[in-house]
């Protein structure tokens, strides 16, 4: 029979147990036992899920309190050395010291850096290591939820990340020179495994869904004859894309069995059926594990049918990866109507679609894939989803349609004309302070308690306050303060057709935080403004300009669930049309600058460089649609917050934004090198104030980065903001920052306008 697992299960728990659990342990309210206590009952409920939907193992190790590879920081004991100093007697408290700072007991210092786990959402914590790194086996966790599976009387499949990946995510210089020492632990690891009543280890190399270096790739070879040579049988893993140029590689190390994405990588598990060596088994990730729609079993069946006659029971089904990736269960959804939660599977119901799938490959389960079939047919037909107007329009986009109508210098003329704010503006990101108040307030809109009219009341005096304290410090173009908004995305989410949001659909972000991605189900469409009367009531307010406030195509696509059924580059132009009518109404209402947020376009990029291209074209493109049916004298901005622009600066350009504010402070305007060696044409905002700290700047650290600014960029050019919005700030912090802020761009005029020859 088709052997059944998944590479891993979510861990933060379908209410979010793990969350309120780690929180209060954090807060001092719960002691480590009662921590623990919920982690056992978390492990045993998924693993529960994996025995009932008939899955042969149940994956072990995949749980982590905070992140696994940070877990596999503990188990190969290379801890960078300034978590020694003190450490406190809870090797809990150390783990949570090394991804948060601090934790209950132990002194506080700087955490790992935490970065994005390949092209997901997640996020893991950098590992350090130096010439000076030495390795140690501390297999007690692992071992421990292995006995803990067995007790429940469970088939342990444990799960680890490989070598060569852990090397490779790690920061340092020389990292393949560790790596001899590195498998003499994983070589010990394993003699310790071996004790263990179980077969398989899964073991996870996704670095090779990536461009590798050769040496790398020399490295897998290396890592997997050091490791083949014990008793375990080792499934060697690897998701979120095809191979390709990896896939020859892939087969050719002495491992029992591959795991491959069928999801990203097509068609590839044929080509690796056909090669596979003969006591080999294949594993093929038939099942999103990054998206939430049902899958089409029969589709699925038909082409896994010829591998199966191949392979017999040397075929094992699985998701393409960890279920991590999507929320947990779809029973837990109370706002979805029959249609809509006929279209999902979560993560146990995609258990249960492995199961059916085995069953059909078995010439059973005629019942649930005709079922299956029913479903995914009217998820196809549904007249929710397909709007002919939307397809219309889309077909009738020209060129022009992305385009402004004048060249940025031309319309630079017009703005500073209509603008008139001189030389240095100020301008912040969008958000100010969430206060308390304004969140009740939303709450209780949400809830009912308010009507439209008290909230709308409400909302009015917050925009009211923040403009008032805007004018008294003096800032040059406003924003209204983003108070009416839970989250960038959410909003847009709520009040676009064709977006839904699910009442409990979690995915782990990082640690104890989630978020709840909307989901992009039809056509898209935007049934009626969606800020245009905020902006217009905050600019009543003022003589000084307001800036209109959007969240841009690509990141509304980036950092939701997107529909399967046509390519990503038409839902973000469907989603960017939606935008253009925004932003032509907000100039219609008299906004003379609107921004367009885009912190999503990095991470949109493909793992292989060969792709980004075609991505870096739509997206970029998609960003112009909603920008360009503006006149002149209408400034567009945009936003990003991260510190990578080198290997996108082409596109940022090709974004044609009249006004870019970025992140920069942290960096001391280093990344400024990236706009000034590619000559960079339009204007930068680079941040002066790190809106991620708490400390509020001295005027002479913020003259300091614009100065340091202005020797990259043309001071005609630049714009003085913070680095990102400000609404996990409190006022207290914010009101003197930007006074600061203000008269630091005050003090760099009077200069610049002084060595102005005249
Ligand atoms: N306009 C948004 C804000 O100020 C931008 C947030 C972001 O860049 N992530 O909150
Ligand atoms: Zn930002």
């Known amino acids: 029979m088709t052997g059944l697992h998944i590479p891993g299960f979510s861990r933060i728990g379908a209410n979010r147990e793990l969350k309120f659990a780690l929180e209060r342990y954090w807060r001092g309210e719960a002691d480590a036992t009662e921590l623990q206590q919920t982690a056992r009952d978390l492990r045993q409920r998924h693993w529960q899920h994996q025995q009932d939907a008939g899955l042969d193992f149940v994956s072990v190790n995949d749980f982590s309190f905070y992140d696994h590879i940070l877990d596999h920081i503990c188990l190969f004991g290379f801890a960078p050395s300034r978590f020694e100093a003190g450490r406190s007697e809870s090797d809990l408290d150390n783990y949570f010291r090394m991804a948060r700072g601090r934790a209950p007991s132990g002194e506080s210092t700087h955490a790992l850096e935490m970065t994005k786990w390949f092209d997901t959402n997640y996020h893991y914590l950098a590992p350090e290591v130096s010439a000076d790194t030495r390795f140690s086996l501390h297999p007690e966790k692992l071992l421990a939820e292995i006995d803990e599976a067995l007790a429940l009387g469970h088939a342990p499949k444990p799960v680890l990340v490989g070598p060569v990946t852990l090397l490779w995510l790690s920061r340092g210089e020389n990292r393949l020179s560790l790596l001899p020492a590195l498998l003499e632990q994983y070589a010990a690891l394993l003699k310790q495994l071996e004790q263990k009543p179980i077969s398989w280890l899964q073991i996870d190399e996704p670095i090779l869904a990536l461009d590798l270096p050769s040496d790398w790739q020399q490295a897998l070879r290396t890592a997997y004859a050091a490791l083949s040579a014990g008793e375990l049988k080792l499934l060697l893993t690897t998701y979120f894309g095809d191979l390709r140029d990896n896939l020859e590689l892939a087969l050719s190390l002495p491992v029992a069995g591959l795991h491959l994405d069928a999801v990203r990588g097509g068609e590839e598990f044929r080509q690796a059926a056909e090669r596979l060596g003969s006591h ?252 245009v009367s905020w902006s217009r009531y905050a600019q009543s307010l003022t003589e000084k300009p307001m800036k209109g406030m959007l969240t841009g195509p690509i990141t509304l696509l980036q950092w939701a669930f997107v529909r399967d059924d046509q390519p990503r580059s038409d839902t973000c132009r469907q989603i960017a049309l939606a935008l253009r009518d925004e932003v032509c109404d907000l100039e219609q209402a008299g906004i003379a600058a609107i921004q367009i947020d885009e912190p999503a376009l990095r991470e949109g990029l493909p793992l292989r460089r060969g792709d980004w291209k075609t991505y870096l074209d739509w997206a970029t493109e998609s960003f112009r649609l909603s920008a360009s049916g503006v006149a002149d004298d209408c400034q567009i901005h945009t936003h990003m917050c991260y510190s990578e622009f080198n290997d996108i600066i082409e596109a940022v350009a090709a974004l044609d934004a009249d006004v870019i504010t970025i992140e920069t402070s942290r960096s001391q305007m280093q990344l400024l090198d990236a706009f000034e060696a590619f000559e960079y044409p339009n204007e930068i905002g680079p941040g002066v104030y790190d809106i991620h700290s708490p400390n509020v700047p001295e005027v002479e650290e913020m003259v300091d980065l614009i100065e340091k600014a202005a020797a990259r960029i043309p001071a005609q050019r630049l714009w003085v903001n913070p680095d990102c919005g400000l609404k996990t700030r409190q006022w207290e912090e914010v009101t003197p920052a930007l006074e600061r802020m203000v008269k630091a761009a005050a003090i760099l005029r009077d200069r610049l306008s002084l060595s102005e020859p005249s």
């Open 280 to 531: 080999q088994i294949l594993s093929v990730g038939i099942i999103d594990g990054r998206n939430i729609w049902k899958s089409d079993l029969n589709t699925a069946l038909e082409s896994l049918k010829p591998v199966q006659q191949q392979l017999g029971s040397r075929l094992w089904l699985s998701s393409s990866c960890s279920l991590l990736h999507v929320p947990v269960d779809l029973d837990r959804e109370s706002t979805l109507d029959a249609d809509q939660r006929s279209w999902f599977a979560f993560a146990v119901q995609k258990l249960s679609e492995l199961r059916v799938l085995q069953q059909g490959l078995a010439g059973e389960g005629q019942e649930a894939l005709a079922a299956n079939a029913e479903a995914v047919g009217a998820r196809r037909a549904s007249k929710r989803i397909h709007k002919p107007q939307v397809a219309a329009r889309l077909n009738a986009v020209t060129a022009e349609d992305s385009r402004r109508a004048t060249p940025y210098q031309e319309r630079a003329k017009a703005q500073q004309q209509r603008l008139n704010l001189g030389l240095l503006p100020t301008t912040t990101i969008g958000s100010f302070p969430q206060t308390a108040e304004i969140r009740a307030s939303r709450a209780a809109f949400r809830r009912g308690e308010l009507d439209f009219a008290s909230y709308e009341d409400r909302m009015q005096s917050h925009i009211a306050d923040c403009v008032k304290r805007q004018e008294a410090l003096g800032i040059d173009l406003l924003v209204h303060g983003e108070a009416e908004r839970n989250d960038m995305v959410e909003y847009f989410g709520e009040q676009l057709d064709g977006y839904l949001t699910t009442a409990n659909g979690w995915v782990q972000s990082y640690g104890s935080r989630c978020v709840k991605p909307p989901v992009i189900f039809g056509d898209v469409e935007r049934p009626s403004a969606m800020t």
